[in-house]
């Protein structure tokens, strides 16, 4: 299979891999290391943290009970709500943190758009740990010495800033901390300083690549950008979102994905585009559950579920059975690039799942759908939910969908009446879609918000 990545790269320079050892490790193998890790990381809370001292405590679990992976099932999952009342009991970081004030170097804050943020605490160790990890995670993403970054993430507190600082520091390329919020002298200076890199969320990306057009009269070709890296929301799993980054600015797009309460990055695209490696290898232990029941699922080619993640040798504030909220699809066939890490796609997270007359709808898949029709549609959509209705209890569902500046009028209406077949085939649910002119939906430069309650 040929793609635009390796079309514009070839070969890459250097060496195929961050850590080949870990990155081409045999299941085997990588049980053996895992049962290890998980005995110490299970052995260190019991001592270090009054949290899970006391929640395995509850659940019957003693070091000696967990002799290998196949005993994680026994061990309570955490959710994020535990987090905070934890830190609501121990004011402020919780009764979970492991390790004293003093042994802490950095405190990382998650975004809390879901509820009140929580706290990720690093020492000097998981500071190192989350450079290797990051720094696989960017080498298969093809990133390599002498790259120039734009980068166009958040950088103030969030996970995804300056642990991905480090690893391109760390990698030898040169970072460019320019972050959200500076559209214009990001454009300026990764032409002034002739960046190849542009590390931002996919909405961003698509984002500034209207921001040049409209406000700067600037044609994307005045700039060197070969390498797209994005993450932080599911938007290069939509094909079309990603044809269309790719012909607007003539560079390769990966993505990325990570969990602010384990780690930046946890799996990632390489060139070849068949979906994310797993590249934590003896860092970050996942696991696949059915999101219901809890119960576990094998990772085996086309497996659904929600990942679930074990923090390995983590000091600060390890996690045991995290439930991350992120649904995937599984693909485990090997890949061209020889990394064993099996592959992951992304369709959202639970909190952003609708159900229209009990039928599951990812908003994700709605804009999948629609972008289908580009360059007819814009690619931008937002779903209208009523404001007094859960999202789980909808009777019927309103899309806005740009559409083009070139479609003509007297067109319009076949072509709502064409999505909303497009819809109800692939999505088997009736979605009203109301068309909008383009430019009229709100762009973002975090994580597109694809659901507006009114
Ligand atoms: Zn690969």
Redesign the pocket.
Known sequence: MSNIYQELFGDLPGPEYWNKKMETIKDAELKKLNNKLLKAQIRYLLKNSLFYHKKLKEAGISANSIKTIDDLEKIPFTTKNELRESMDESPPLGLHVAVPMDKIIRIHSSSGTTGKPTFQCLTNHDKEMWIELVSRALW?HGVRPGDIVAFGFSLPLFVGGLPLKDAFENIGATFLPIGTGMSERLLTLAKTLNANVLAATPSYVLYLSEFAKEKMSMDLSELRIQKIVGGAEPGLSIPAIRNKIQSEWSAGAVEGMGNADAAPIIFS????Q?GM?FVGQGIILPELIDPESGESIEFIEGAKGELVYTTLNREATPVLRFRTGDHVTVWTEE?????TGF?IRCMGRTDDMLKVKGVKLWPSAVRDVVASFIPKTTGNIQIIVPRNMPSFALQNLTVEVEYADEVDKKDLLKLKTEIEKALEMNLFVNIEVKLVPSGTLPRFETKAKLIRKE
């Open positions: 298969t695209e390489c060139p070849w068949n490696h890949c061209e690039c020889g990394r592959r």
